[in-house]
């Protein structure tokens, strides 16, 4: 931290989840066996995808990157939450809540930008599917990844220069597990009301527009399926329907955490929660059980290793 800004806090306590110890250790059971699966999960269907020659369509490369996203989203704050569950002092230091902060919205910004990318790959997918593979090109999707990967950094950066060099003077507790904006700029010894209203603005306002463009693109593909084939084709429904669905569980939490003005602490916590371990998790279940190319192509690979260990 620059010195001129008069800070002397150096590092952050957080409140937790609960007290109780019955409650944290049903958080701690809970909490390792999504985050593992989430790791494993997510790890799979990149190893799968990168691996599988009959996945190499811009859908699945797309799909890859969102595991690759996804691992390290839920890497962000788990384990430290995890760590800290039976910690009577959970302590961050001020660059390690920064470096939260930081990571939490550039990862979250980046998945954003992706999402709508698959939205749109579905859109050329169904309604122009004679110029598929030319819009989708490779080039495309490489230069769709290099897009997301250079807002989603930029995003959170733009916040973060205005928060870095506030006066934190104590006090320095955080009702909640992992750092975020919303409860880091409280803490300022200074009037942070238009900073809150741009921190709202900035992710608050883009998230919701981006879910509603989302759930109107999805409508619009949907209406365009069912007008071109009498009842949809269940394959194109059924992919179509877990995007929706990972969008929902991906906007959900964060529409909750920017634009609610006054939340409930148990609410907030549980959505922190759901989104910081749970929607991981969720993301490589949807995609798998939803798809039977991707389910064939694990079964395949699972084959392979079986039979690669016999003969070793």
């Given at each position: 931290?620059?010195?001129?800004?008069?800070?002397?806090?150096?590092?952050?306590?957080?409140?937790?989840?609960?007290?109780?110890?019955?409650?944290?250790l049903?958080?701690?059971?809970?909490s390792?066996?999504?985050?593992?699966?989430?790791?494993?999960g997510?790890?799979?269907?990149?190893?799968?995808?990168?691996?599988?020659?009959y996945?190499?369509?811009?859908?699945?490369?797309?799909?890859?990157n969102?595991?690759?996203?996804?691992?390290?989203?839920?890497?962000?704050?788990?384990?430290?939450m995890?760590?800290?569950?039976?910690?009577?002092?959970?302590?961050?230091s001020f660059?390690?809540?920064?470096?939260?902060?930081?990571?939490?919205?550039?990862?979250?910004?980046?998945?954003?930008?992706?999402?709508?990318?698959m939205?749109?790959?579905?859109y050329?997918?169904?309604c122009?599917?004679?110029?598929?593979?030319?819009?989708?090109?490779?080039?495309?999707c490489?230069?769709?990844?290099?897009?997301?990967?250079?807002?989603?950094?930029t995003?959170?950066?733009?916040?973060l220069?205005?928060?870095?060099?506030?006066?934190?003077?104590?006090?320095?507790?955080l009702d909640s597990?992992?750092?975020?904006?919303?409860?880091?700029?409280?803490?300022?010894?200074?009037?942070?009301?238009?900073?809150?209203?741009?921190?709202?603005?900035?992710?608050?306002?883009?998230?919701?527009?981006?879910f509603?463009?989302?759930?109107?693109?999805?409508?619009?593909?949907?209406?365009?399926?069912?007008?071109?084939?009498s009842?949809?084709?269940?394959?194109?429904l059924?992919?179509?329907?877990?995007?929706?669905?990972?969008?929902?569980?991906?906007?959900?939490p964060?529409?909750?955490?920017?634009m609610w003005?006054?939340?409930?602490?148990?609410?907030?916590k549980?959505l922190a929660?759901?989104?910081?371990?749970?929607?991981?998790?969720?993301?490589?279940?949807?995609?798998?059980?939803?798809?039977?190319?991707?389910?064939?192509?694990m079964?395949r690979m699972?084959?392979q290793?079986?039979?690669?260990?016999?003969?070793?």
């Amino acid at each position: 931290m620059s010195g001129a800004n008069c800070s002397v806090v150096s590092e952050f306590v957080f409140l937790g989840l609960s007290n109780s110890w019955e409650i944290q250790l049903l958080l701690f059971c809970f909490s390792c066996i999504f985050y593992v699966s989430s790791m494993m999960g997510n790890l799979l269907i990149v190893v799968t995808v990168t691996f599988e020659p009959y996945l190499q369509s811009p859908m699945y490369f797309l799909l890859a990157n969102l595991s690759t996203i996804d691992l390290i989203f839920c890497s962000i704050a788990a384990p430290k939450m995890i760590w800290d569950l039976f910690r009577k002092q959970k302590i961050i230091s001020f660059w390690g809540c920064i470096a939260q902060v930081f990571f939490s919205h550039a990862v979250g910004g980046t998945e954003m930008v992706l999402l709508i990318a698959m939205a749109f790959d579905r859109y050329v997918a169904i309604c122009k599917p004679l110029h598929y593979l030319t819009i989708m090109s490779p080039r495309v999707c490489i230069l769709i990844l290099a897009v997301a990967w250079t807002i989603g950094p930029t995003h959170s950066l733009a916040q973060l220069a205005f928060v870095v060099n506030l006066p934190f003077c104590g006090p320095n507790v955080l009702d909640s597990f992992y750092c975020d904006l919303p409860r880091l700029i409280k803490l300022a010894c200074t009037d942070t009301y238009k900073l809150g209203f741009m921190v709202t603005a900035n992710s608050g306002f883009i998230s919701l527009g981006a879910f509603f463009l989302l759930l109107l693109s999805y409508v619009f593909i949907l209406a365009t399926l069912q007008k071109h084939s009498s009842g949809g084709s269940p394959k194109a429904l059924s992919t179509l329907s877990a995007h929706i669905i990972v969008v929902v569980f991906f906007f959900g939490p964060l529409i909750f955490f920017y634009m609610w003005p006054s939340p409930s602490t148990h609410v907030d916590k549980f959505l922190a929660i759901f989104d910081a371990v749970l929607t991981p998790f969720l993301n490589p279940v949807i995609y798998t059980l939803r798809n039977r190319e991707m389910k064939m192509a694990m079964r395949r690979m699972f084959c392979q290793l079986m039979q690669f260990r016999k003969n070793h």
